[in-house]
C-alpha cells in the first residue's frame, strides 16, 4: 500500500496542484479514513432496503398525484453520520463538498434504494450522470437552488400516470425550515404542471408546501416539478447536509449520457470526470470560482463527456445569456447545455491553499457546533 506522506499533500496544496491532489485516491482516504475507494467500482451491490407494501402504494400514489414522495428515516442514522462527517470535513478542509462523490458509499447508499426506484422507474432503471452534494451553511446567506424544475425542457408521464425520471435527495441530517429544507409546488396546485412547464412560478403562497425532512429521509421528485431549497438562518442549529442523484427509466431517451448501470459503481476517473464536469456545468449558478472550474475543466477530460440532450438554460439567467453574448460559453454538454468560463476570481491573497490547504493529520472529527467554526474560502461560495 502506498505510504501516505501528509507533507507531499501540503506541498502540493501550497503550490497550487489541485489536480494532483484530487486525481490521488490515498489524498481523499488521508482526509475520511473510515471511507473507500473501489477504484475500478468492481464491488458487488450492496442489498436493497425493505420497504413495506403499502408504503410503496403510497410513494406511487403521491407520485402521480403531486409529482413527489417522501420516505423518512428510510436509512439508518448512524450511517448519516458517517457520511454527514465526510461532507463537513470536505467542507472543513475548503474542499467543494460534491468530491463525497469520490467515496464509495456515497453511490452505494442509492444503491440500497433499488427497490422504491425499481417499482417507480422500472426494474431497469438508470442512473443519470447528475448528483450534487450540499453544505448549507447555517447562516443567513446559505440557501439551496433558487425555485426551479430541474428539467423544464421535458414533459413527459408514462401511460399511468408515473415520472419517467426522478431526482433522489437524501437528507443526510435533519432538515428543517430553519437551515434550508425543500419546498415544493405540488403537481396538484401547479397550473403550468405538465404540460406548460417553462413557467416556473407559484403564484398561490399557500399552495407551497414545505418538506423537513429527518436525517435519513428519502425525498424524491418528477425532474418536472417546481422546488426549491431554501434560505438557511443564523439561529439554525446545524448547517443543512444532503445530497441528490438522478434516474430515469431504461426505456426512454436518454435525458443525459453516459447514463449509468445501478448496479456498478462508476471507476474512480468517471467519478473524478463527473464531479469536475458538474463544476463547469453549474459553476454559472452557484458563482463558483474560476479556480473550481478550471480543475472541473481538467478533471472532465478523465471520463466520458457527459451529454445533455434535453435541457435549456434556465429561464431568466441573466447571467448566462451574457456569458452567451460574449462568447464564454463552451458547447460542451450537447446543443444547449451550460458551460462557463467566465471573468476569473481574484487569486488567493494569503498562504492558505484555497482548496485543501488545511490538512490536519489525523483528519478533524467534527461534530455539533464545530460546524459554526469553518471558516469560508475565499473561493468558495455556499449558496448551494
Ligand atoms: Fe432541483
Redesign the pocket.
Known sequence: MKTIDLETYKELGRRGEYYKLATDPEFWRHLNPNFTITENGLVPPLDPIKVAADELAHVKHTLKKDGYFQLLRLLEEKEMHKLGRAVTILHKEQWPTPFCMVYDEFWQLYQRLALVLSQTMGKDYKVLPNFWVYYIDNNDNGSG?AP?R?RGAVSHLTADGMPTSL?VWVAINDATPLNGCMYILPASRDPNYPNNLQVQEAKRLQDIRALPAPAGSVLSWNEMLF?WGARSSVDASEPRLSM?LGFQRADITPRETPLLDPKVLPTFNQRLSMIGQHFFRFGIHLNLSQQVISLGEQLSGLGEPIQVWDTVPYPGDEKYKASQRAGTVKPMYGPSALAYTGAPSAPATNNQNPIGSQIQEPAPVVTGDDHKDSSQGPWWKKIL
Open positions: 437552488w426551479h430541474d431526482t422546488h441528490a
